[in-house]
């Protein structure tokens, strides 16, 4: 019997739509066709599929029979794909899909499953919700599992069935089990009874691909309520090899091998045989269906995309931090959850929320979140209106609020002009960055619920180039360093070539060209938005030590208004050639809030 490495992990799982996550279509899929029923196959590959059935692993016998079946079939059916146990060795959340209804045929089938090895653990509810989370609202939908043995991840599949037969109108769940001990297979049973599916059991190749046309077969054909499985007055005797085990609608049926397939008119001379219920669970609780949706405001719709749902247990560890407990792509997943406390999150773009739940015994809950997400729209103007070149302007997305020492919380780093970012309401900051140097603009802007606030930020930077010459529009030497600097000394830029070129914010400044062993330096002011060229002529001779050391380390300015210094005033302390060191204001951003926000916006 399939061991379960996770009996103490007390939780069912019912993983949503994993969205991005290896869903591949083949460019010879089928076109789309309403009228194909819909139908996803769960393949089992957990670490027990590798284990031999005669002379070949169970996976590969698998495999086989699905690589023949799928062209044909996919003509038929729309069919989907999810795969478990395939990705890591211990995980109970280990469930994938890898294509959607109507993505897998022949093509598609062969690229995601050609190297897929027996990995890992059997979360088979999990996979199963997987499986119903891509069912078209009000049509029917046939999923087939493929499975070695039980959920070794400690879920009850017979309350996992109901559930989502509850929820999903025409589900059936079909079974093919594959193994030579039939106890391990009988847990499997209960699925198909309560959704009115088919329960095959096989032990060798030949039955195995008998028995997968026996379901599809069956699937051809519409639901029907379930009925409850036979019972007889003593069970019949282990089958020998060659045994096909079948259950349609409640009742199990047993083929030899060789035996004609069920459309055949032998089929009806099947025998009635008990199934022995699963082995009682010790988990004494049982767990409860809990649905999630999201609004981006309060009283508006529910969001169809983009969500990421992440369920934590409630209970903080020794390190402080929260155990994950599952990730749910689909925009309203469902999750079987053990009664408790739990911290569910969830984010739509950077915008989210976390909230407790209680999930109590026998109640199921559906959870519903509100946002109140709006969008932000950032873009950039030079000082002659036009807009900043691509690939010169970066924004920075901070925190209104700052620290003791003056420091924000970065929500998002170089963020790109013209995309929609999605936040929760509230107010932030914006420093937008033109070029490399420091021509920086700071604006705070507010952020509405369910609409786009667009912020435009105007730079008033120049693009200064720097040439050391032996006169005055000569050619530029090379091998010359140069380092930009403020009235108060601090340096802006450091470089080494002949034109180095910089977009530096309006004010005054020095520059000094190292060449030879020599220092020479000039400096100069910048107007908002004048490009400019600024030379340094070496025929001027060199840089003193002492007006060097002056414009490296400028005494410190006494404070304003105390007096001291020619054309020191109230206005604020003068620099070097005049100028205030107070940074010129820059232009406020122009808002435009009037955009609704649609959760459609990437």
């Keep these: 019997m399939r061991g379960k490495h996770f009996a103490a992990l007390k939780l069912l799982l019912l993983p949503a739509l994993f969205f991005g996550a290896g869903i591949a279509a083949a460019e010879d899929a089928p076109a789309p066709a309403p009228d194909r029923p819909a139908a996803v196959l769960v393949f089992d590959a957990s670490k027990s599929m590798g284990d031999k059935l005669g002379e070949t692993a169970k996976l590969d016998v698998a495999l086989g029979a699905l690589t023949q079946a799928i062209p044909s079939q996919a003509k038929q059916f729309s069919l989907g794909l999810v795969a478990f146990g395939h990705r890591k060795d211990s995980n109970c959340a280990d469930s994938e899909i890898l294509a959607k209804t109507g993505e897998l045929n022949g093509g598609s089938f062969a690229k995601l499953l050609g190297g897929i090895k027996a990995t890992g653990q059997a979360p088979i509810a999990a996979a ?49 089990g594959l193994g030579d001990k039939p106890a391990d297979l009988e847990p499997l049973a209960c699925m198909a009874k309560v959704t009115g599916g088919k329960f095959i059991t096989a032990d060798n190749e030949a039955d195995f691909e008998t028995g997968l046309g026996a379901v599809f077969a069956a699937m051809s054909a519409p639901p029907t309520p379930a009925a409850p499985i036979a019972e007889a007055e003593a069970p019949p005797a282990p089958p020998g090899p060659g045994h096909v085990g079948t259950q349609t609608l409640g009742e199990t049926a047993v083929l030899k091998s060789g035996a004609p397939k069920p459309d055949a008119p032998q089929a009806q001379a099947q025998r009635t045989v008990p199934v022995s219920p699963a082995p009682p669970k010790t988990q004494p609780l049982r767990p409860v269906p809990v649905s999630f949706n999201a609004l981006i405001t309060e009283g508006g719709a529910k969001l169809q995309s983009g969500l990421i749902w992440r369920v934590y247990n409630a209970k903080a560890k020794s390190d402080g931090g929260f155990e994950l407990i599952s990730t749910h792509r689909e925009p309203t997943p469902t999750a079987a959850l053990l009664p408790g406390e ?93 070029g490399d140097a420091n021509a920086s603009v700071g604006v705070d802007v507010t952020v509405e619920p369910g609409r786009i606030t667009e912020a435009t930020i105007k730079h008033t930077g120049a693009k200064i180039t720097f040439r050391l010459v032996q006169s005055l529009g000569g050619e530029a030497l090379a091998n010359t360093k140069w380092t930009i600097l403020t009235s108060a000394g601090d340096t802006v830029k450091s470089n080494v070539g002949a034109l180095p070129t910089h977009i530096l914010a309006a004010g005054s400044y020095a520059v000094v060209a190292d060449h030879d062993g020599q220092s020479y330096s000039r400096k100069f002011s910048i107007e908002p938005g004048n490009d400019k060229q600024i030379e340094v002529a070496v025929e001027d001779g060199p840089t003193s030590p002492e007006a060097l050391k002056a414009l490296l380390d400028p005494p410190e300015a006494p404070p304003p208004g105390t007096g001291g210094l020619a054309g020191e005033g109230p206005g604020g302390a003068v620099g070097f050639d005049g100028f205030t060191r107070a940074p010129a204001d820059p232009n406020a951003p122009l808002l435009n809030p009037g955009a609704l926000f649609r959760p459609s916006t990437p």
């Design 342 to 434: 739990y911290l569910v999150n969830a984010a739509y773009g950077l915008s989210n929320l976390t909230r407790k739940i209680k999930v109590e015994g026998g109640k199921s809950l559906e959870e519903t979140f509100v946002l109140n997400t709006g969008g932000l729209a950032m873009r950039a103007l030079l000082a002659t209106g036009e807009e900043c070149p691509k690939g010169t302007v970066r924004f920075d997305i901070m925190s209104d609020e700052q620290d003791q020492f003056g420091n924000r919380e970065t929500i998002l780093a170089d963020a790109q002009p013209h995309r929609v970012i999605r936040l929760n309401a509230g107010a932030y900051h914006l420093r937008s960055l033109y």
């Design 128 to 176: 199963i919700g997987d499986a119903a989370s891509l069912a078209s609202e009000g049509k029917p939908l046939d999923v087939v599992l493929i499975a070695d043995g039980e959920d070794s991840c400690d879920a009850d599949l017979c309350e996992t069935a109901e559930a989502l037969k509850q929820k999903t109108n025409g589900l059936r769940i079909h079974v093919v």
